[in-house]
């Protein structure tokens, strides 16, 4: 919806119908201390109440005050059109930390899980830092990040209305004093979700079963721990981001249900890439870039005979899972246990 196509609905809309499509309008009225809301009045009929005084406070002039509302919505809210869509990723290589060229062109569709693999020190966060940026040949590893098969503007890459990549980095650090449940409302209210209530549900649901200690909707978003924070951004990730390309850092540090969490992403359709060093993570995903001085050296398509592995990791994941639950529990551990 362009400019002015959202400032003729908002002078023809009544203050309830444009609440009901815009909650997060609430915020911009209250914001310039606008008297109590009457749902029935127009929009101009609440401007004509709107006090001189306090207008000119603020800079503003009531005629224009229409156009700052359709401005202040589009500022939040992007329609998607068949160009905002993500289909595909294609990493075009640059060179290692030794200047020799990578030689490598990876294709990435919507709904695959990369693993990035390599030792300690190899360039995994670079190739993720590469991605998020969307590079094009101006970063040290001189490669080229496309989507859709083509390059993108400057505009296009650092538009943070419609921001292309959601990234989860080893450490989550809130220092917003609001509850889970206030935080998670108020993401909702900026993407504008239709059912906020649902959303939130979902979203509270979500990071519970994947964090290893369930926490209430009223816990501060400063009293979690690093995974449960890692769970609740994870499920905000899934739920509420419109991001289509997600790249995470070490996930198997958070304490969380890795494979759990993989899943969650890979069901609403996204482009997922994960740097990591644990055989679960990086066999449950569709290929694996492996990196080694700074250079992608090799992409492997996960086997079916992997895939069998898979099963067996997953065996003793489940194991070791048991014993820290265990552990925590404060149960003694029997030889037994250890064997079965």
């Known amino acids: 919806m362009t400019e002015n196509e959202l400032y003729e609905k908002v002078i023809s809309a009544t203050v309830g119908e444009l609440l009901e499509s815009y909650p997060l309008v609430s915020d911009f009225f209250a914001n310039l201390r606008i008297p109590a809301l009457l749902p029935d009045e127009t929009v101009p009929e609440l401007i004509d109440r709107f006090d001189d005084v306090t207008a000119e406070e603020f800079g503003l002039n009531k005629r224009d005050l229409p156009l700052e509302i359709s401005r202040f919505i589009l500022g939040f809210h992007r329609e998607t059109d068949e160009a905002d869509v993500v289909e595909s990723l294609t990493i075009y290589g640059g060179i290692n930390k030794s200047g020799e060229m990578e030689n490598t062109v990876i294709d990435l569709l919507k709904g695959e899980v990369a693993a990035i693999v390599g030792p300690t020190g190899s360039g995994k966060s670079r190739l993720l830092a590469d991605i998020e940026c969307l590079a094009q040949r101006d970063t040290p590893t001189k490669r080229m990040i496309l989507v859709n098969g083509k390059e993108l503007s400057l505009e296009k890459r650092f538009d943070m209305d419609g921001k292309l990549v959601a990234q989860l980095s080893q450490n989550m650090n809130f220092i917003m004093d609001l509850s889970v449940r206030d935080f998670l409302e108020m993401h909702a209210r900026s993407r504008f979700s239709k059912d906020i209530e649902w959303t939130v549900k979902q979203c509270l649901a979500c990071a519970n079963e994947l964090a290893g200690e369930p926490f209430e909707d009223k816990t501060k978003v400063t009293q979690l721990s690093g995974g449960q924070s890692r769970a609740l ?100 551990i029997m030889t037994t246990d250890v064997k079965e």
């Open 233 to 332: 951004m994870i499920a905000d990730t899934a739920y509420m981001s419109s991001s289509p390309l997600v790249l995470i850092d070490e996930i198997e540090n958070a304490g969380i249900d890795r494979k759990k969490a993989v899943r969650v992403l890979t069901k609403s359709e996204k482009i997922v890439l994960i740097a990591t060093h644990d055989p679960l993570l990086a066999l449950s995903a569709d290929k694996r870039l492996v990196i080694k001085n700074g250079g992608i050296v090799k992409v492997i398509k996960t086997t079916a005979e992997e895939r069998a592995v898979l099963s067996e990791i997953e065996d003793m994941d489940s194991r070791l899972q048991n014993l820290r639950n265990a552990l925590r529990a404060g149960e003694v």
